[in-house]
C-alpha cells in the first residue's frame, strides 16, 4: 500500500514536471566571446523554436523532459547542445566560424566555376520546390525596430534637437523612433491563399495603435522567379535560381560543408553588371535535393533602389518533413537616409510550430487578414511569457520611455500646452499656409484659408475671394469615423456676385455615410473641370488666356455612400440645381498682346458673348454602383475592407432628370458603363493602366449644356492631371448630349530602358507610353499618341493627336503633383 502511494505521488509530480512550463535560455557567442545576432534556435526534429535578439540573447519555452536543442547561423557551423529541462535552465553556445572546403574541383574547358553545375540544377528544380509546399498553419512572431541615425539640430526652421529630445531621443538626436512586436497565426492553402490572425500587438508609445508587421508582407519566395519590392525599387529583382538568372548572375562556389548530415554548398552571387536588379551576397544549396538552405542577400544603391542605401535579407530554413522545408527566421536589415537624416533598423520574423495539411476550409481564406480590437490590449505580464525574442536593454528602456511620454502626452494639459502654441494667430499663417487651431483633447480641428490661396482671377467675376472654413471632430477613433463641415464665401468683384455655400459629412454606421449640400457657386462649365485656378489666374493675367468658362450655380444635394458588402459600393443622391450663365465682365490683364485677346464665355463663340444656355432648373436623381469582382477582404477593428482583384472594377451610373418636381425644366436620362484597372504587374517589363467607358443619353428631351457629358480635356503646356486626361482635347468643344465612347491606357516600363543608360540611371526616371480615344457621333475617331518619362510626380509627354487618320496637333506636355 505504501508502495502504491509513493507511485502515485511519484506520477503526480511527474505529470506535473513534464506539463510546466520551463524556459531555456542563454546567449549564443562566436569563439571571440562576441555575440551572434539574430542565431535560430531550434529544438531539434521539430519546428519549435526561436532566435536570439540583437545581442545574442534568447529565451525558449519548452515542457519537461530532454531536448536537443539546435544553434545556427549564417557563417557559423552549427552546433547540437542536450538540455534536460526540470527547471528553468541557462544553456549557452558558442558557435564556430563554418569553414567551407574546396574539394575535387573541377573547372570545365571554358573556365567555369563548379557554381554553375549546381546552380543549373537548382533552376531545374524551382518549379518542383515552388509547388511542394503543403497547406500549413504556424506561428510567425515579428519584432520590428526603425532608428534615427542622425539628424541636424534644424530642418526648415524647425527644432529637431528639441523635437528629438519631445520624443525620448538622445542629445545627438539618435535613437528608436519606432519599435513594434506581433504575433500572428498563418494559414496557408496551395496555390497561393493566406488566412492571418493577429493575436497580439505591441507599438512603443502607442496604446491606440496597432504594429504595421504582417506575416503576409514579410513573406518572400526566391523560388519564384523574381521578387516585387513596392517602394524600394521599380523594377523586381531576378531570383538567383530564376529560369534567366543566368543573364544576369555570375557565380563563385565558395566551398562545401556538413550541417545536421546535409552537404551545403555556398554560392557567392556576382551581378553581370551593377545597375541590373540582382542580388548580392551568398546562396547556400543543399546537395542532391538542390533546395535553398539558407540565403544572405544584399540590395544596394548600385541596383538604383529608392530610399534605402541598402536592405540585407537573410532567410534560413529548417525541415519540417522529409520533404518539406520551411523558413525559420527572416531578417531584413537596413540604412536609408533622406535629405540631412540617416536611419537605419531590422525587422524579424520567427517562424514556428508548423503544423503540415491541417484541416481547411477555403472559405476560410477569404479573409486575408483579422486584427480585433482586443489585439493591442495585451498587459506587460502577457508579452513576458509569450515574447520568444528577449528584448535588449536598449528595447526595454525604449519601450518604458515611449510609454511614458505617450501617457504625458494623452493628458489634457499638456494636449492643452502644444494647442496654445499651434493656435497662435500668426500672420505668416493667416496669408500664406492658413490657420489650423485645434482641440486634440476634444479631437476638433479647425481650418481657416491662407488669404492668397482665397484670391484668383478669372475674366466672368474679375479678381475673386473664395475663402473657406472647416471643422473636423473625430468621433470614433478605433472606427475612423468623422464629423466634418465646411463652408465658403466668395465675390466676385467686377460683376459684384455674392456666393456662399455649405456642406455637411456625417458617419451614421461603420461603412455608411451622409453628406448635405447648399448654396450657391460660380463653378466651370465642364463638372469635369478645365485649368486649375491658379493655372487660370496666371494664364489669364500674364497671357491673356482666359481658358476657363464658368456659370452661376444655386443648388441643394444630399447624398448617401456606402459599402455594400463582397466588393460592391454604391450611392444615391439627390439635387436640385438653379442654373444661370455668366458673361465676362473684365478684360483686366498684366500684359496686352496685340496679336492675342480674351474670348468670351461661350466657347462656341469666342468673339461675342452669346448666352450659353438660358436659365433652368434641375431636379434629379443619380445612383452607382462599382464593384471589384474581389472576394479577399481583412477585417480591422473598423470593419470588413475588400481587397483589390486581379479583376478590373466596373463603374455603373445612372442620372434621371425629373422635370415638373418643383419647377424642374431639365428632362434627360443618361447611363453609363466603364471599366478599368491599374497597376497591371508584366514583371520586368513594368505596369500597365487602361479605363473604357461607354455611356448614352437614352432621352435628352430638354438637356442643358452643364449637364451635357464632359471630357478632361487640356489646351495648356502644364496642367494637374486627373483621371481619364486627355493631353490635347478642348476642354468644352467635344461634351456631348448623345453617346460617346472614351479610353484611356498607360505602360510605365519602370526604368526598363533608362536604367541601362548611365547618365540617366541614377535619376530613376520611368518612361510612359499611351493612348487616349474618344468617339463621339459629331467627332468621330480622336486619337492621342504619347510617350514620356516620369520623376518623383512630374511627368514630360510628347504627343500627337489624330482626327481619323489626320494629325491635327502635337508637342510638349507637362502634368505635376500626380
Known amino acids: 500500500m505504501k508502495n502504491s502511494y509513493l507511485s502515485i505521488i511519484f506520477f503526480f509530480f511527474s505529470t506535473i514536471s513534464f506539463a510546466q512550463t520551463f524556459v531555456i535560455n542563454g546567449s549564443v557567442k562566436d569563439e571571440e566571446n562576441q555575440a551572434v545576432p539574430f542565431a535560430t534556435v531550434f529544438i531539434k526534429g521539430t519546428s519549435i523554436g526561436t532566435s536570439a535578439n540583437g545581442n545574442g540573447q534568447y529565451t525558449l519555452k519548452v515542457k519537461g523532459g530532454k531536448y536537443e536543442i539546435n544553434f545556427s547561423a549564417v557563417g557559423f557551423k552549427s552546433l547540437i547542445k542536450l538540455a534536460d529541462v526540470n527547471s528553468n535552465t541557462t544553456l549557452d553556445a558558442i558557435l564556430p566560424i563554418e569553414s567551407y572546403i574546396l574539394k575535387d574541383v573541377v573547372v570545365t574547358n571554358k573556365g567555369e566555376d563548379p557554381a554553375y553545375a549546381i546552380i543549373r540544377k537548382a533552376i531545374r528544380e524551382r518549379r518542383a520546390h515552388l509547388k511542394e509546399t503543403p497547406a500549413y498553419n504556424c506561428q510567425v512572431y515579428i519584432k520590428g525596430v526603425t532608428k534615427l541615425l542622425k539628424a541636424p539640430e534644424k530642418f526648415l526652421g524647425t527644432d529637431i534637437k528639441k523635437a528629438a529630445q519631445e520624443s525620448g531621443l538622445d542629445s545627438n538626436r539618435t535613437g528608436i523612433i519606432y519599435q513594434s512586436e506581433s504575433q500572428s497565426v498563418l494559414s496557408f492553402m496551395p496555390p497561393d491563399n493566406y488566412h492571418e490572425e493577429m493575436i497580439s500587438s505591441k507599438v512603443a508609445g502607442s496604446k491606440q495603435s496597432f504594429s504595421f508587421n504582417r506575416a503576409t508582407d514579410l513573406i518572400v519566395n526566391f523560388y519564384d522567379n523574381y521578387q516585387d519590392w513596392e517602394g524600394i525599387s521599380n523594377r523586381p529583382f531576378v531570383s538567383p535560381i530564376a529560369d534567366n538568372a543566368l543573364f544576369y548572375y555570375d557565380y563563385k562556389l565558395i566551398g562545401s560543408t556538413v550541417e545536421n548530415g546535409e552537404l551545403i554548398n555556398k554560392i557567392q552571387l556576382l551581378p553581370k553588371r551593377n545597375y541590373d536588379p540582382a542580388y548580392r551576397g551568398y546562396i547556400y544549396i543543399i546537395e542532391d535535393s538542390w533546395r535553398i538552405y539558407a540565403t544572405d542577400f544584399l540590395m544596394s544603391k548600385e541596383s538604383n533602389i529608392a530610399i534605402l542605401d541598402s536592405l540585407k535579407i537573410n532567410q534560413q530554413f529548417i525541415p519540417v518533413s522529409r520533404q518539406v522545408w520551411m523558413p525559420s527566421i527572416l531578417k531584413f536589415e537596413f540604412k536609408g537616409g533622406f535629405l540631412m537624416f540617416k536611419f537605419g533598423g531590422y525587422a524579424v520574423g520567427v517562424y514556428s510550430n508548423y503544423e503540415l495539411n491541417p484541416p481547411q476550409s477555403e472559405t476560410n ?22 515574447r520568444p525574442i528577449p528584448l535588449t536593454q536598449e528595447e526595454v528602456a525604449n519601450y518604458q520611455l515611449k510609454d511614458s511620454i505617450a501617457h504625458r502626452r494623452e493628458s489634457k494639459p499638456y494636449l492643452d500646452s502644444l494647442d496654445h502654441v499651434n493656435n497662435k494667430l500668426k500672420p505668416f499663417k493667416l496669408i500664406f499656409g492658413g490657420y489650423n487651431p485645434r482641440d486634440r483633447y476634444k479631437k476638433e480641428y479647425y481650418h481657416f484659408d491662407g488669404m492668397l490661396n482665397a484670391m484668383s482671377y478669372n475674366t466672368v467675376e474679375g479678381f475673386v475671394v473664395n475663402y473657406g472654413v472647416s471643422y473636423n471632430k473625430i468621433v470614433d477613433t478605433i472606427n475612423n469615423r468623422n464629423l466634418f463641415w465646411s463652408g465658403k464665401l466668395r465675390y466676385g468683384f467686377a460683376n459684384k456676385l455674392f456666393s456662399a455655400n455649405t456642406k455637411l459629412v456625417l458617419p451614421i454606421l461603420k461603412k455608411q455615410t451622409v453628406s448635405f449640400s447648399l448654396g450657391s457657386d460660380v463653378v466651370d462649365i465642364n463638372d469635369k473641370g478645365s485649368l486649375s485656378v491658379f493655372g487660370n489666374t496666371i494664364n489669364s493675367l500674364f497671357y491673356e488666356r482666359n481658358f476657363s468658362k464658368f456659370y452661376q450655380k444655386k443648388f441643394g444635394e444630399a447624398t448617401i455612400s456606402s459599402a455594400i458588402g463582397g466588393g460592391l459600393n454604391g450611392s444615391f443622391g439627390l439635387s436640385f440645381q438653379s442654373n444661370k450663365w455668366l458673361q465676362n465682365s473684365s478684360n483686366y490683364t498684366f500684359k496686352d498682346y496685340d496679336n492675342r485677346a480674351f474670348t468670351s464665355n461661350n466657347p462656341f463663340s469666342p468673339n461675342v458673348e452669346i448666352p450659353l444656355f438660358a436659365i433652368y432648373q434641375n431636379f434629379n436623381l443619380r445612383m452607382g454602383l462599382s464593384y471589384n469582382f474581389s472576394n479577399k477582404y481583412v477585417t480591422y477593428p473598423t470593419g470588413k475592407y475588400y481587397l ?175
Open 644 to 818: 483589390p482583384s486581379k479583376w478590373p472594377v466596373l463603374n455603373l451610373r445612372y442620372e434621371k432628370a425629373i422635370p415638373g418636381l418643383f419647377g424642374s425644366d431639365a428632362n434627360y436620362d443618361f447611363m453609363s458603363l466603364g471599366i478599368r484597372k491599374s497597376d497591371v504587374k508584366l514583371g520586368f517589363y513594368g505596369n500597365f493602366s487602361f479605363n473604357v467607358e461607354a455611356g448614352k443619353f437614352l432621352s435628352s428631351k430638354n438637356i442643358s449644356y452643364p449637364d451635357f457629358k464632359h471630357f478632361r480635356g487640356n489646351q495648356a503646356l502644364s496642367f494637374t492631371p486627373s483621371q481619364n486626361q486627355f493631353l490635347f482635347l478642348s476642354y468644352y468643344l467635344q461634351s456631348t448630349s448623345n453617346e460617346y465612347l472614351e479610353l484611356h491606357a498607360e505602360h510605365n516600363f519602370s526604368g526598363f530602358f533608362t536604367n541601362k543608360i548611365p547618365l540617366l540611371r541614377k535619376l530613376k526616371l520611368q518612361e510612359l507610353v499611351g493612348a487616349n480615344y474618344l468617339s463621339t457621333p459629331t467627332y468621330k475617331n480622336f486619337k492621342e499618341l504619347y510617350f514620356g518619362l516620369s520623376y518623383t510626380g512630374i511627368k514630360v509627354y510628347y504627343g500627337f493627336a489624330f482626327e481619323g487618320n489626320k494629325q491635327v496637333n502635337s508637342g510638349f506636355k507637362i502634368a505635376y503633383g500626380f
Open 365 to 386: 481564406f477569404k479573409e486575408v487578414l483579422k486584427i480585433t480590437k482586443e489585439v493591442n490590449k495585451k498587459d506587460a505580464t502577457f508579452w513576458k511569457n509569450a
